[in-house]
């Protein structure tokens, strides 16, 4: 079968083990049914998701141009502290960075391999969690905005990282941590502005991944270079779809890209 499309990042369902898709204009592929299968992707040539014009693509699906001016890449996504709708301030479109940043937010830590801290939207949990590839994960905090989410964010990863290392978290999933006692040990690091927000009772979540096989040591296939990707899936993580002979391919890293996939 052959599917042609714009790739985007894959949709997921919380359910053990985690349905991942990918969804196109007319159809979708469930890449759970593709494990152990022989699959092609083929790169035809660039999209970029807001002016939609067949230009290359700089970051986020974006061209150059249009990651410079969407309101979706703002500085403030990838450092919530910088966040200040709030304070009624526009950063490149106040209604849209209102309607993101004035909603409830979690801060929480994740077990990706090793232990790190991060932020998400609350309408986002799980699905933040799966698309890191957290097989762990405890709410640590919930705030109302994302300016206080950024702070808490800033003082913790004092402590622990804000990063996921990727290669640990492709190579398996089997390194559980005692996450209960780290967010009892994270609580005196929250700043007092949002100490009150912090979650007193609450469970962790676990996470688990279709992955049939892990690699060994993870080399990063990218499109722009092969333009051609072949292999018999073995399992998918995060926002990674893993290949026999340890090639991995992230998926988020290629939103934009119109590819011919076929299996």
């Given amino acids: 079968?052959?599917?042609?499309?714009?790739?985007?990042?894959?949709?997921?369902?919380?359910?053990?083990?985690?349905?991942?898709y990918l969804e196109f204009k007319d159809n979708f592929i469930c890449l759970n049914d593709l494990l152990d299968k022989e699959v092609s992707i083929k790169f035809l040539h660039y999209f970029c998701l807001s002016c939609e014009k067949e230009k290359e693509i700089f970051r986020q699906g974006y061209c150059k141009n249009c990651f410079f001016e969407q309101?979706?890449?703002?500085?403030?996504?990838i450092k919530p502290e910088l966040s200040t709708a709030h304070l009624n301030i526009e950063d490149?479109?106040?209604?849209?960075e209102k309607r993101v940043q004035l909603q409830p937010h979690i801060v929480y830590l994740?077990?990706?391999?090793?232990l790190k801290v991060g932020v998400t939207r609350k309408a986002q949990v799980p699905y933040r969690w799966i698309d890191q590839g957290a097989h762990q994960a405890i709410e640590l905090v919930e705030v109302p905005n994302r300016y206080l989410a950024g702070i808490t964010e800033v003082a913790i990863k004092e402590f622990i990282?804000?990063?996921t290392n990727w290669r640990k978290m492709l190579t398996s999933d089997n390194n559980d941590l005692d996450i209960m006692s780290c967010?009892?040990?994270m609580k005196k690091h929250i700043p007092k502005e949002t100490l009150q927000y912090f979650i007193e009772s609450n469970s962790m979540i676990d996470i688990d991944f279709p992955v049939n096989e892990y690699p060994i040591k993870p080399l990063t296939q990218k499109l722009i270079k092969t333009k051609e990707i072949k292999g018999t899936l073995k399992g998918i993580k995060g926002q990674y779809?893993?290949?026999?002979?340890?090639?991995?391919f992230n998926v988020r890293s290629h939103e934009g890209f119109v590819?011919?996939?076929?299996f």
Avoid: C, H
């Fill in 1 to 20: 079968m052959k599917f042609q499309g714009v790739i985007r990042k894959m949709q997921s369902e919380f359910k053990s083990p985690i349905k991942y």
């Fill in 71 to 77: 309101a979706q890449a703002g500085d403030w996504i």
């Fill in 92 to 96: 490149r479109d106040l209604d849209y």
């Fill in 110 to 114: 994740a077990n990706t391999g090793q």
């Fill in 161 to 163: 990282s804000d990063k």
């Fill in 183 to 185: 967010k009892e040990d």
């Fill in 241 to 248: 779809l893993l290949f026999e002979e340890n090639k991995v």
């Fill in 259 to 262: 590819v011919e996939i076929s």
